[in-house]
């Protein structure tokens, strides 16, 4: 059924690309326009059309938006408030694989409309045959200010914020560190942990590669860096628990590497356990991750809400927050809205994420100031291994890490 | 009750052909049956199926080659270990437990043991896994009082998030698992045995000898084998306590299918559940045989 | 000897106790905790409030309250006559049926829910109501030996026998004599379904679902107390429903002893 309606649809949307209704108003063409094949916001008939549509649909499906993660919480909450969507959260804790995964076997109604992937998933995915299966290309209004190394020529996928590896750390703890190479100091003994396994999480594969740096490797050698958590297991500094916010409640751990974009979210909930956690950019490193991917569906169920979504995701407007929105705001023209909020690659910014187009954001003045305490300071080399440098680095964590930590 | 038993097993002898006889008892059977073998039986030959093909969907054993190899083959060691381990250290306080309470509980407490032990056998998880971080980690309830005794766990260089520390938590449902399962086998040596073999003289020491613990030993092995099986396949427990310091198959089976470093492997992660499948076949085995035994005992 | 038993028997249930809430204890105290906005410790109701003030909070919890439901109303149509069955006049294929019964419990959930969105067609995938349908699986193991107990302990052919003997036909001897005896194991079976439907986390999450669970789950990272005070929660409503069917079942107990 799906496919005849997409084989209709097809030959609608060939006569209006031959030109027949380009002079029509797009306000008016809104009901004949077929959201699941529109490549940019042209297609889509504007922004006041798509809005429209989206609110039709009422329900946008996102997967594995963690609460805390790059600030989502707000993206979720402005955009719902902001065009009345629904927005269908699935596995808020899962994992990229679980995202692909879940697009290859889920039933119609459980796909997710857009998806967020760690950039390591590209290797296979992005492949052209693979990724064209899985997604449906969509270039946002903002697609020039997107780094071209992130971004398929196409629009099959584009990178949306990156982060960097911190120190997250109970303020009790003395003397606070600064370095990671610190970390093997005598006075941290029981409490130095990751945020999981990093054969299989980023983050704390991430952080191993930060250590290596910080201990005479390099972007292509990780092996310092699981010999410094060897050392640490053997000192009794590095506990295995994962840093999650009940350990921290528990004191089984005290210090952390976390990506920056966790620390906004991670240090408001750890105020609700009585700790004062802080985050510090450490002073002898500063990596800096890939970015992670959006990109939509092929079989989104929500064609036109996933289309507003990146836009919304990618926009760099300077607006309003959830908190700050009026109803009397919400009742204006789609459009207006949608310039009136703030944008989702601010809304990265705010939760200490670098959004990829910072460089043109900083350019043209629209860029927010990042949370205080997450400024990369001046000067300071950053490190972004590629994912070619990235891949047989992974190999050797997965070899040698069990000998790690037994 | 035992003479009812037996019974059926004479009529069904007596009665017009064995096999006619037998389907028509088995009719009603067949709804029950036919939604196992829908809703469980076919998913899992779902699964069987998937691990014997490659990544380009073409009939393999390689992923049957992948798994008998290092990590994977740790992860196996690793879990029937741990199986083996909890299941030891659950069976025999539960057993205890069990027979105390059949010997001497009111038939209002058994009913609320078993459901109680019900609800205690499926804890899991995060839940699970917090209270016993809560109760035994390094800032723990009971860590506190034990120092305040005196008695410093942690010095001795105990820890929560080891293998010993994963092996003491699933006790928390293996314990209340093993008196679910064990409990039944008890009834056959209820307070009549006991008196029967008194008033025949036996001493208690005897009794035990001779008839309490042949009578019981299969049932024990039997429910000691389900805790293995049981503490083999558990997962979100193990998965919420440790960063991969700990290589189980469940927890390998998850990353491989919902992890984030590697790319696609989901069909070595069928294949490594297809080996799950397969040892806890081999410990149901000679628990078939131990249960079909118990049973002729019984009657 | 008798003596050392009648020690046995309460020591035995207060180490049991022990066992049982010292981490649930240890859970509750932290369930309570909130903090000053200079960090010092508080003990408080607030976690729970803020529970209340969730509106996410009321519709997971109804949405898992009515799959558990179903799910026992599954259990009650399919489980619990195909057990009375066995006992009444199928024993030949009770021991086999044992055995598939205790599968569920030896193979990993994980591998379940591959072969879940493998096997199952798109119609049934879409609602949710699948979920119920594998709980059912999910708790077989412990609902067939509850039951399976409980019928044991009952000489149910006999008295089926005996019913039919004196001029009961087959509806009134369920619904009269079979029915009543059975009540104590069918509750702890429902109960037991009840229990697990509501706590099920794994392959919930695996099949895309949101209920309870998974919602506790995602709310840890942004509140790990209110997280914390809704599993000591859920524990807690496991344990007063065990306690409701506790006195169902003796009640309607001794209104049967007094028919009988």
Known sequence: MRGKRLVVAATVAA??????????????????????????????????ALVTAAKKEGTLNVITLASGWANYDEAIALFKKAFGIKIVNDNPDGSSAYELQTIKTAPDAKQPDVVDIGATHLGAESSDTLGRSLFTPYKVATWNDITPTWKDTNGLWYGDYQGTINIAYDSSVTPAPTKISDLSNPAYKGMV?????????????????????????????????????????????????????????????????????????????????????KYVTPKDVVLKGSPYIQAINAKAPHCAAARLWEEFLYSENKGKFSK?????????????????????????????????????MIKKGTLIAPPAGFEIPAGVKVYSPTLDQQIPQQAVVKTMWPSVIQ | MINSYG?????????????????????????????????FFWPMVMVVTDSLKNNDHHWSFINFTTITHKPYSTAFKNSILLGALSALFASIPGAIFAYIIEVRGSEKLKGFVTSLSGVLANTGGVPLAFM????????????????????????????????????????????????????????????????????????????????????????????????????????????????????????????????NVQVDQANVGKSLAVGMVIVSALAMIPYLIIQRRARRWQQ | MKKSLSIALPSTLAIAALFIFLPFGSSAEFSFRSYSPEGKLMHSFAPYQWILQQPEFMSHLLLSFKLSLIAVAFTAILVVPSVAWLHLKAQSFRSIIEVVTILPLVIPVVALSIGV?????????????????MYVILSL???????????????????SEASRGLGANWPKTIIFVIAPVMRSAVAGAFFLTFALSLGEFTLTSLLHWDTFPTWVTSVSQQNIIGAIALSVFSLTVAFVVLLLVGLFSSQTKKRTEVAE
Not at chain 1, 225 to 235: A, D, L, P
Not at chain 2, 25 to 34: E, S, W
Request: proline residues 5%; positive net charge.
């Open chain 1, 193 to 277: 942990a990751l945020g999981g396994d990093p054969s299989a999480a980023t983050e704390s594969f991430m952080s191993v590669f930060a250590a290596s740096i910080a201990k005479g490797g390099s972007v292509d050698d990780i092996k310092p860096g699981i010999e410094f958590f060897r050392s640490m297991k053997q000192s009794g500094n590095f506990v295995t628990v994962p840093a999650t916010g009940a350990n921290l409640a528990t004191g089984a751990f005290k210090i952390a590497l976390s990506w920056s974009f966790n620390g906004p979210g991670f240090i408001q909930a750890a105020k609700g356990i009585g700790k004062d956690l």
């Open chain 2, 7 to 39: 019974s059926s097993k004479g009529v069904s002898r007596k009665g017009g052909t064995f096999a006619r006889r037998n389907l028509i008892i088995a009719l009603p059977l067949i709804p029950l049956i036919a939604y196992l073998a829908f809703f």
């Open chain 3, 141 to 159: 193991p412990f609902t067939f030996r509850i039951l399976d107990n409980g019928l044991q302990a009952i000489p149910l052919k006999t008295i």
């Open chain 1, 324 to 360: 700050d929105l009026t109803p009397a705001d919400i009742k204006q023209s789609g459009s207006k809205v949608f310039a009136l909020i703030m944008g989702g690659q601010n809304i990265f910014n705010s939760g200490a994420a670098h959004p990829i187009t910072e460089a043109a």
């Open chain 3, 117 to 133: 969105q493998a096997a199952f067609p798109d119609w049934l995938q879409s609602t949710e109501y699948e979920l119920p349908l």
């Open chain 2, 132 to 259: 016993f971080i809560a109760t035994f980690g390094a800032q723990g309830s009971a860590i506190k009082i034990l120092k305040a005794l005196g008695i410093d766990l942690y010095s001795g260089g105990f820890t929560l998030f080891s293998f010993t520390g994963i092996v003491f938590v699933y006790l928390y449902f293996q314990i209340p698992l093993m008196v679910i399962i064990f409990s039944p086998a008890l009834h056959s040596i209820r307070n009549e045995w006991r008196d029967a073999a008194k008033n025949l003289g036996a001493t208690p020491r005897k009794f035990w000898r001779t008839i309490g613990v042949p009578l019981l030993f299969p049932s024990f092995t039997a429910s000691f084998l389900l805790l293995f099986a049981s503490g083999f396949a558990a997962y979100a427990t193990a998965r919420a306590m440790t960063v991969g310091n700990i290589a189980l198959v469940p927890l390998v089976i998850g990353t491989l299918v919902d992890g």
């Open chain 1, 15 to 48: 006569l209006f690309t031959t030109g027949l209704v380009v002079a029509t108003a797009p306000a008016q063409a809104a009901g004949k326009i077929n959201y699941c094949t529109a490549q940019n916001l042209t297609e889509a008939g504007g922004m006041d």
